[in-house]
């Protein structure tokens, strides 16, 4: 057994990495080890759509923006298209960017290395809560241990805590296409809404790196899946044109299902705390915004575990009660319509649900009645749904 560190992490993805580098920040002097299976860099199935929330949430622990995102340029445009065909292009108030996980994970491990937190590779198997530390596999121990080992994650299974329900677990495929020709003009990232198998989406994010490349995928509820190979025969019915390799799936627990954070030494963080926004599967801005606080709780608590939980919720709690009603809401095919046609007409109420589905952002305020006043529109009145530009 090596010596008890002050904070053990294991998974080095965003979450872990993120957890490492603020436990450094608030406690330089602390002993902060950071274990993961692989080496990096490592491939990750995503759809590596990196918001703007997230790249000021790195900023917070110490992390560059401009570091994070070199060689990978601005995406200005989102081009959202609703099951029954409503189509917005939007301009959010910050750029997007879509950065291969083989390198932005890769860079934030090097950040925490440089910050001084020490990589071990080693694939975790087991953990045992011992007096005053957390050993894992009796070969590493920390006074505090940070579960950071993502959507299939084995030590949240050892502590006896059941994965999501199937109703709150999307599986997606991700490849790697050519990008649609509009995109090199002004890159857009494309999210077509399938109007047969609601809710489900196919994307087509482009790298915007010079290479021609775009990440494209496709996601569904577990509950609605029948095989692997429906993802990828939906991905092509969706994307006709966009030919793709480098094929893989991957779980994503949504935060509609959350795990309780116990009182105590192990905290969890990310996909292993089943943090993925419901109404986007985003879920790379939650990890970091939970690896942060988790970090700071292990190095300034006596129970990190109680202080973890208690700083979660004030930073995240209304915000996915939000998500999680709007989430039941919007499987129905004509509240979503009725939501994005009721953009057009108020630009805010656009960047306020960008907000709710890629940050800590809340429901617009009289979103409702604008959805109500939309689905009259189509319903009752028999006028076609609004389609535009919202900047
Ligand atoms: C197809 C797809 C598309 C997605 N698209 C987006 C997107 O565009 N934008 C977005 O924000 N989110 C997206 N997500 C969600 C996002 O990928 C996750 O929310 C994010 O990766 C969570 O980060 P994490 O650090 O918690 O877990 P991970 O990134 O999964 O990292 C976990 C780490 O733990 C390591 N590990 C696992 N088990 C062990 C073990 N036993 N011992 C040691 N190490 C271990 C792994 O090697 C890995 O490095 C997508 C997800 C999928 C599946």
Known sequence: MTEVADVLVVGAGPSGASAALAAKQADPEADVRLLDLADFPRDKACGDGIAPHTLAELERIGVRAEDVTKGYGPIRTLDLRSPGGVQVLARPHAAMHVIPRTVFDARLVEAAKAAGVTFVKHHARNLEVQDGHVSVDNEHAGKTLIVADGANSTLRRK????????????????????ERPEDREDPAQLITMQDDAWPAYAWSFPLADGTGSANIGYGRLRSELHSRDQLEQELTRLLPGQPAD?????????????????????????????????????GIFYAVRSGRLA??????????????????????GRHLRHTTWLAGLSKHRSAMDAALAATVARPETMHRLIDLGLGDGLIPPRLIPRVLLQFA???????????????
């Open 159 to 178: 502590l006896g805590i059941p994965r999501n329900p199937d109703d709150s677990l999307a599986v997606a495929i991700r490849g790697y296409a050519p």
């Open 246 to 282: 480098r094929l893989r799936a991957h779980h994503l627990p949504l935060s509609t299902w959350r795990p309780p954070q116990p009182d105590g030494r192990v905290l969890l963080v990310g996909d292993a705390a089943s943090l993925i926004n419901p109404l986007t599967g985003e």
């Open 377 to 391: 529109r189509r319903r009752v009145f028999r006028r076609p749904a609004r389609t535009g530009s919202v900047r």
């Open 295 to 316: 970090g700071q709780a292990a190095v300034s608590s006596a129970d990190p575990g109680a202080a973890y939980r208690k700083a979660l919720h004030a930073s995240l």
